[in-house]
């Protein structure tokens, strides 16, 4: 069952739960638990106001810290390669074609280089290795999906199936869709 958990806001979803979800998912424990999202699939009729309320998201609840002090939300990854694997999955994403929108490298004027920015990419596809791999770090790749079929798709041809999660103001639309996901 691995990690690659994604997470679907579809075109009914409440935006500003959706972005803080989103941060929530991505990076609690800065995005190393093996439930953390890290795929973000997002319907293309409301993609660019869910990366408006996401950047907003982003300003006023992520602090870059010590893991003790209590107004710090996001510490330090946990070893040199899981900054490495962010290092090569966003370079990889960015040679192919997503968008940096946020972040993207390892944040200055802390006591290691263990500490990396919260990155928001658009355009994510599935050749991508941040959309086909357990990245365990503070990333929210986006991705655009037209309808619910083509997010099922997605999800249900990914070898990972830990969990999978689902935004929308309707309760039995969201667990017709769940329920039609192969995750945990």
Do not use: W
Request: charged letters at 25%.
């Amino acid at each position: 069952m691995g990690g690659n958990g994604p997470l679907v806001i579809l075109d009914d979803a409440d935006l500003e739960a959706a972005a803080d979800a989103t941060l929530v998912s991505a990076v609690l424990c800065a995005g190393q638990s093996c439930t953390a999202g890290e795929r973000f699939l997002v319907h293309e009729d409301v993609y660019d106001a869910f990366l408006d309320e996401l950047n907003a998201a982003i300003a006023r609840s992520i602090q870059l810290g010590d893991p003790f002090d209590p107004d710090t939300t996001l510490g330090p990854l946990n070893n040199e390669p899981t900054a490495q694997k962010m290092d090569r999955h966003v370079s990889d994403a960015l040679e192919r074609g997503a968008e940096l929108v946020g972040g993207g490298a390892r944040a200055e004027g802390f006591p290691t280089r263990l500490y990396y920015q919260p990155t928001v990419l658009r355009g994510v596809t599935e050749e991508m290795e941040v959309a086909r791999e357990e990245t365990f770090g503070p990333v929210e790749p986006i991705t655009t999906v037209r309808n619910e079929s083509e997010a099922l798709q997605a999800i249900n041809s990914s070898p990972y199936g830990l969990l999978t999660a689902v935004l929308t103001r309707d309760l039995a639309r969201g667990l017709r869709f769940a329920e039609s996901t192969r995750a945990g």
